[in-house]
């Protein structure tokens, strides 16, 4: 890269800026947790995270934490993911594609509605945490 | 595309002398492996701070903090973690050393270590890639020299120091501002020149390396902010050729900045000028003194001149130098780009901003932190540090290296600044802080630093040249058990006449040691005078092990540690010491079993 002038260098920082900020902890409360066992992947998980990852960047949220986890324990019905947002009851959907993340995203993440059509089941209650 | 998660490896030398380069090269290649290069981002960052468990390794975004990694873990890390997204419970922080692992830590955010800190200084240290300019600007980077360049005049800047209160991290507190105006309002050359001391030299100490090795911009970003300010267009950073990868980074650093025109000729299309050269020392203590330090760049022997005229003037070759500590520079960009206001919100009434403290010796947690002035010393040993390892008992920290002098105790709840530390015999210092606890010798250790401030003495004036040794002869003869009760006045008398008299800060301070053990501790001089004993059990030449016959059960076991067959005896038999072969290494006395052996 050559030498850079003032907008240059400003709009370089923008740019970075977002990347950098993904890999910052604070100041996030969503969660999208998303599936990756064996079958989650045999099932299309890696299509659906990619997608979220796009659609997020799309959608510029800056809120959101992406994690992936093992498998869920409903191989029948994966891609699951599991959906976390303040104020809305944690969610999981089902059978989910790049099209329904994409879906996942705008919908409950943005205008914080349930896709109820996907929606598999709230999680089972954690023994461990009630006991 | 982006990425979806991030391994961040810490790259600072502590870790990377436990293979945290291998780690990174065998997670890369895991990665690799699993084809995930275009979801998955290995990072070699600056130090994270936690030494003591170190090699640190973070997965973002689940903020995992692995600990005490080895390059063999990187296949577990990368199949389990990145793909399965199951945690690696092997390699989590586990605080109490609990055999269940039940109370495992996964995030840094509550790690006890973390939690009393302010990072102001270490702002990107373990976040960013050192080696990548953009990350650097994405965290705001060269935003304050931008701002300084093209919305502020040098007043502008010398008045936001001022509010801000920053005082020099090098050692002695002097207002950073004070010294940029006096360089900038001097008359006597149109040449002038900003320096960057960082040439650490305190035993335990490594604040400016680990700020060098992972934010190397922000330090010539700073010294450019200052050339802007005083109007210089010439900066040197003087550093010591022992430290390799700061120097490095440093180079990668310069070499990105001038490419981009952050540095150089006409930077950022605008006309100043302001260009950076490495310096390298041969790492002798004196040339952190700063007319050492000058004396040293333009290539003569590394030794003081009498001030005044003070460098802010009379500097290198004679033209009006600034010259700054690495610490103090990294604070510049925040000040400008916060506030001069936001700065001094932090700290004490004098004392404004943040510390980094090198925390070293008898703790827990060793490692870099960094805490707002006005902390107390107790809070950094037992909330931060973790207290004293093996359950022994808390007896002095030192600060200020060879400078310094001892904190008791008694004040361990003194809120750390410039003016308490100077009260309590010690000094600020660079920020080496070495913790200690009963089995150390106070005049073991005031020998120690003189017989490093002897050894790094450069001659010139005698008053340090003399006095040290003369200081070092008495500490060792009372060590060996020919001390008399007339070496007390004598040690504090020479010590008055090194203050008073010695020509830079390395002899007016090199007693200082002596004199705060002194104060504090003069009952254990008393005991190696009068008793010919040392309590510690450090001085070996006041130490006797004996075995006591009615406790001995003769299992032999001392014999069998003694590295010099000292200990003869027969199987069952009470065992003796033959006191003219023992050489006192005390190898028997932790062996024995039956608390048959004692010392003394």
């Given at each position: ?131 | ?122 702002r ?16 705001d980077g060269y935003a304050a020299l ?72 922000s330090?010539?970003e700073a010294?450019?902010i ?103 520079y990294a604070n510049i960009p925040m000040v400008i780009l ?263």
């Amino acid at each position: 890269m050559g030498r850079l002038t003032l907008e240059e260098l400003r709009k370089l920082r923008e740019n970075k800026k977002a990347e950098i900020q993904k890999r910052e902890t604070d100041n996030k409360d969503i969660d999208v947790i998303v599936g990756m066992g064996t079958c989650g992947i045999a099932a299309g998980a890696k299509e659906a995270l990619d997608a979220f990852i796009a659609e997020i960047d799309n959608h510029n949220l800056k809120n959101v934490r992406i994690k992936q986890t093992g498998c869920m324990g409903f191989c029948t019905y994966e891609p699951t993911v599991e959906v976390k947002v303040p104020d809305m009851p944690d969610t999981i959907y089902n059978k989910v594609s790049a099209d329904v993340a994409k879906l996942i995203v705008e919908k409950h993440l943005v205008q914080k509605q349930l896709v109820s059509e996907y929606v598999f089941d709230r999680p089972s209650v954690d023994i461990l945490k009630n006991k | 595309m982006a990425y979806r998660s991030y391994i961040l490896v810490c790259g600072g030398t502590g870790c990377e002398s436990s293979h945290a380069d291998k780690i990174y090269q065998n997670l890369k290649n895991e990665i690799e492996a699993n084809q995930l290069f275009a979801q998955v981002q290995v990072i070699k960052t600056g130090c994270f701070g936690f030494c003591e468990q170190g090699p640190i390794v973070k997965i973002l975004p689940e903020n995992t903090f692995y600990v005490q990694v080895k390059p063999e873990d990187a296949k577990e890390l990368v199949e389990e973690h990145i793909v399965k997204g199951r945690p690696v419970q092997r390699l989590i922080y586990n605080p109490n050393e609990d055999k269940n692992r039940t109370s495992l830590v996964t995030e840094e955010k509550d790690i006890q270590f973390y939690q009393k800190q302010f990072r102001v200084v270490l702002r990107n240290c373990g976040m960013i890639d050192p080696e990548v300019i953009e990350e650097y600007i994405a965290r705001d980077g060269y935003a304050a020299l931008e701002k300084v360049i093209f919305d502020m005049k040098p007043d502008d800047v010398i008045e936001e120091l001022k509010k801000s209160g920053l005082r020099g991290r090098g050692g002695a507190g002097f207002p950073t501002w004070m010294k940029w105006n006096f360089t900038k309002n001097a008359t006597n050359s149109e040449t002038k020149y900003v320096v960057c001391n960082a040439d650490e030299g305190d035993p335990g100490a490594y604040m400016d390396r680990s700020t060098l090795e992972g934010d190397p911009h922000s330090i010539l970003e700073a010294m450019t902010i200052a050339g802007f300010t005083v109007g210089a267009q010439k900066g040197f950073i003087y550093i010591r050729a022992e430290y390799p990868l700061a120097i490095n980074r440093l180079k990668i650093a310069i070499k990105q900045a001038k490419e981009m025109g952050l540095l150089g000729e006409n930077i950022l299309g605008s006309d100043f000028s302001f260009d950076i050269e490495i310096r390298l020392g041969a790492g002798a203590f004196v040339c952190g003194e700063e007319t050492a330090l000058l004396a040293s760049i333009e290539g003569k022997r590394g030794m003081p001149i009498p001030r005044p005229p003070f460098p802010a003037t009379h500097g290198l070759w004679k033209k009006p130098t600034v010259i700054n500590n690495v610490e103090t520079y990294a604070n510049i960009p925040m000040v400008i780009l916060k506030g001069g206001d936001w700065f001094s919100s932090i700290g004490t009434e004098s004392s404004k901003g943040t510390k980094v403290f090198a925390l070293t010796g008898k703790i827990k947690n060793s490692g870099l932190i960094e805490v707002p002035m006005g902390i107390t010393l107790r809070e950094i040993i037992y909330d931060i540090g973790g207290g004293i390892p093996g359950g022994r008992k808390f007896k002095a920290a030192q600060s200020g290296g060879p400078s310094g002098g001892v904190i008791t105790e008694e004040f361990l709840d003194t809120p750390i600044d410039y003016e308490n530390l100077a009260k309590l015999g010690s000094i600020m210092g660079s920020g080496g802080l070495i913790v200690m606890d009963e089995d150390d010798c106070m005049l073991d250790i005031a020998k120690f630093y003189l017989d490093f401030t002897v050894d790094e003495s450069c001659g010139k004036c005698a008053p340090c040249r003399i006095g040290g040794k003369q200081l070092y002869g008495i500490l060792d003869g009372i060590s060996k058990g020919n001390g008399e009760i007339e070496d007390i006045q004598k040690l504090k008398d020479i010590s008055l006449a090194m203050q008073r008299a010695s020509l830079c800060g390395l002899g007016q301070t090199a007693p200082n040691p002596v004199a705060s053990t002194l104060r504090y501790f003069e009952k254990e001089y008393m005991e190696h005078i009068v008793d010919k004993k040392c309590s510690a059990g450090v001085c070996k030449d006041l130490l006797q092990f004996v075995i006591h016959k009615d406790k001995c059960v003769g299992c032999t076991v001392c014999a069998r540690k003694c590295p010099v067959n000292a200990i003869s005896g027969e199987r069952k038999q009470p065992h003796e010491i033959d006191q003219s072969a023992c050489i006192k290494c005390g190898a028997c006395y932790d062996a024995c079993k039956f608390q048959a052996i004692t010392r003394g």
